[in-house]
């Protein structure tokens, strides 16, 4: 069965520090990765998404992938309050989209 | 132009009813998931449709949950016999493959939800 691994948090932060999430996956055949964040309450929202194995770069937000070790990670650098949420990590998996439980990021002023 | 869009926001019912949930997808988008995410839990896939393919109903947990797609648009979620243990907040999400891209990459949008309670 296709699984991914979160740690389910809360990962607690200061304000203006880097943010790490860590996410494995299973299925070896994923090409597409995705971090969504998910406020409390609302729909998930697609942050990053990456398909090539190195970073990615957008803004504050850096997504790293290595195929290899099955692993992809989000830093988000200068955290800000408003950034805490619950961070998801998705592969697509064939057509389906196999979502983490997601970790739960507490940035505090 | 409109997101994906989901009736009601919020529905209460008795254990044993049936409901039904709708999602009106995003115009033009071929793909439509259904997903439940229970309190403080991930996403649990539910249905797959694509265009006028059959539907991946590998993530339906009985018998008890179907969905159809009319004219490949609006999509309805049925649950026949409500449970508690259906309680959750449904969404809808839709998507369409990026042309010119050799990946199988595709951006899902989220509908609000439909919070169902089964008392």
């Known amino acids: 069965q296709k699984e991914v691994e979160q740690n389910s948090g809360p990962l607690s932060v200061p304000e203006g520090a880097i943010a790490s999430l860590n996410c494995t996956y299973s299925d070896r055949g994923s090409q597409s990765f995705f971090w969504y964040r998910q406020y409390s309450g609302k729909s998930p929202e697609l942050i990053m998404f990456?398909?090539?194995?190195g970073d990615k770069e957008d803004g504050r937000f850096t997504a790293q992938l290595n195929k290899a070790s099955q692993y992809v990670s989000l830093l988000i650098r200068d955290s800000q309050p408003s950034d805490s949420a619950t961070y998801l990590c998705a592969f697509k998996g064939g057509q389906n989209f196999v979502f983490g439980p997601g970790t739960r990021l507490s940035v505090l002023p | 132009g409109a997101g994906v869009s989901q009736s009601p926001s919020n529905k209460v019912t008795e254990k044993g009813k049936d409901v039904e949930l709708r999602c009106d997808p995003i115009?033009?988008?071929?793909?439509l998931y259904w997903y439940r995410q229970s309190l403080g839990q991930g996403l649990e896939f539910l249905i797959y449709?694509?265009?006028?393919?059959?539907?991946?109903k590998s993530g339906l947990p009985s018998d008890r949950f179907s969905a159809e797609r009319t004219g490949g648009s609006v999509s309805t979620l049925t649950i026949q016999r409500t449970q508690q243990e259906d309680s959750a907040v449904y969404l809808c999400?839709?998507?369409?493959?990026?042309?010119?891209?050799?990946?199988?990459?595709?951006?899902?949008?989220f509908g609000p939800g439909t919070r169902l309670t089964v008392l």
């Open positions: 990456i398909y090539s194995n």
């Open positions: 999400a839709s998507s369409t493959p990026t042309s010119g891209r050799a990946r199988s990459y595709n951006e899902q949008f």
């Open positions: 115009s033009g988008h071929t793909a």
């Open positions: 449709f694509q265009g006028n393919s059959a539907p991946d």
